[in-house]
């Protein structure tokens, strides 16, 4: 495999969701050997993801998978997530994060365009990814409180601080980017 190969970044779709298994297994095993909090992802979920077309997904010109992120809607879309966001090893440092990210930004945007979008994290590189894009530090109580949201940090090693905390704080950085007010059209009267 050659990791100098151009990457394509995409909207994942139904055929991507061989990929499931695989970028499961590789959050977990990341996680672990960074010694950090992520929670556990369901194959079932991710291939949801792909199936909806709420996933990016990452690969070489001859098919190698690269990585992956999905975006999750909550409080009736007032809210969306970036998730999962994941490169396979051989293509890390190759900004392939960067160009994710970014593309599952846009794909949040072009979804929900008046949604406030989070990230959480305990990452210095995702951080980092977030503020490029206008994302800004907050405390949770500026994120969806969504109890099936912090359902999903329950197999992260962490669920017991934020437990502790009354789901108010943890070992991860909540980061929000507000989207832009709408502008108010020039009303004009109709009355002379």
């Given at each position: 495999?050659?990791?100098?190969?151009?990457?394509?970044?995409?909207?994942?779709?139904?055929?991507?969701?061989?990929?499931a298994?695989?970028?499961?297994?590789?959050?977990?095993?990341?996680?672990k050997?960074?010694?950090?909090?992520i929670a556990?992802r369901?194959?079932?979920?991710i291939?949801?993801k792909?199936?909806?077309?709420?996933?990016v997904?990452?690969f070489?010109?001859?098919g190698?998978?690269a990585g992956?992120?999905?975006i999750?809607?909550w409080q009736?879309n007032?809210f969306v997530?970036?998730?999962?966001?994941?490169?396979?090893?051989?293509f890390r440092?190759?900004?392939?994060a960067?160009?994710?990210k970014?593309?599952?930004f846009?794909?949040?945007?072009?979804l929900y365009p008046s949604?406030?979008i989070?990230?959480i994290?305990?990452?210095?590189?995702v951080?980092?990814?977030?503020?490029?894009?206008?994302?800004?530090?907050?405390?949770?109580?500026?994120?969806?409180?969504?109890?099936?949201?912090w359902?999903?940090?329950?197999?992260?090693?962490n669920?017991?601080?934020l437990?502790?905390?009354?789901?108010a704080?943890c070992?991860?950085?909540?980061?929000l980017?507000?989207p832009?007010?709408?502008?108010?059209?020039?009303?004009?009267?109709t009355?002379?």
């Amino acid at each position: 495999m050659e990791t100098d190969e151009e990457i394509i970044v995409r909207v994942a779709t139904p055929e991507d969701v061989d990929f499931a298994l695989p970028i499961v297994a590789e959050m977990e095993s990341s996680a672990k050997a960074r010694g950090t909090g992520i929670a556990k992802r369901n194959p079932l979920d991710i291939k949801k993801k792909m199936l909806q077309g709420d996933a990016v997904i990452a690969f070489t010109k001859s098919g190698f998978w690269a990585g992956f992120s999905y975006i999750q809607a909550w409080q009736n879309n007032r809210f969306v997530s970036n998730s999962g966001l994941i490169v396979a090893p051989a293509f890390r440092g190759l900004k392939v994060a960067a160009a994710i990210k970014k593309k599952i930004f846009e794909l949040s945007r072009f979804l929900y365009p008046s949604a406030k979008i989070f990230s959480i994290t305990t990452g210095l590189p995702v951080m980092k990814l977030n503020s490029r894009l206008g994302f800004l530090p907050v405390t949770y109580s500026e994120i969806t409180t969504d109890t099936h949201f912090w359902e999903g940090c329950k197999s992260c090693i962490n669920y017991p601080v934020l437990v502790g905390h009354q789901f108010a704080n943890c070992l991860c950085t909540a980061m929000l980017f507000y989207p832009p007010e709408p502008k108010n059209p020039v009303l004009l009267s109709t009355a002379d």
